[in-house]
Nanobody, 134 residues
Framework: QVQLVESGGGLVQAGGSLRLSCAAS????????MGWFRQAPGKEREFVAV????????LYADSVKGRFTISRDNVKKTVYLQMNSLKPEDTAVYYC???????????????????????????WGQGTQVTVSS
């Protein structure tokens, strides 16, 4: 049973920065691609960023590209989301999630796999609130 716990959310002014952390326990963290999603009130959960299990590949939503950076530490079993130049529209609950790679494909494909759909993820944290004031 994998458990994910997010931290680092809070209230920040527009233009400011926050660093989210997601600590994992149970399971084998280095086996999973790790992603960040967010959900604003009245909206569906949306993809923000993902990092492959080897950290060799990352993807970002267009809305955060150039402002957010995802990283991971497989020894600490933690994934991070550095958020800079925050905007009011970044206000949401942020969730980290872990995805078990499919049982097919080459070693390279598995190591660089970066899922972006919620249904591809198997483990979810409880979320942390990020509020950006204008």
């Amino acid at each position: 049973q994998v458990q994910l716990v997010e931290s680092g959310g809070g209230l920040v002014q527009a233009g400011g920065s926050l660093r989210l952390s997601c600590a994992a326990s149970g399971g084998t963290f280095s086996n999973y691609a790790m992603g960040w999603f967010r959900q604003a009130p009245g909206k569906e959960r949306e993809f923000v960023a993902v990092i492959s299990r080897s950290a060799s590949n990352t993807l970002y939503a267009d809305s955060v590209k150039g402002r957010f950076t995802i990283s991971r530490d497989n020894v600490k079993k933690t994934v991070y989301l550095q958020m800079n130049s925050l905007k009011p529209e970044d206000t949401a609950v942020y969730y980290c999630a872990g995805a078990v790679p499919p049982g097919w494909g080459s070693w390279t494909q598995i190591e660089t796999w970066t899922p972006i759909e919620t249904y591809q993820y198997h483990f979810w944290g409880q979320g942390t609130q990020v509020t950006v004031s204008s």
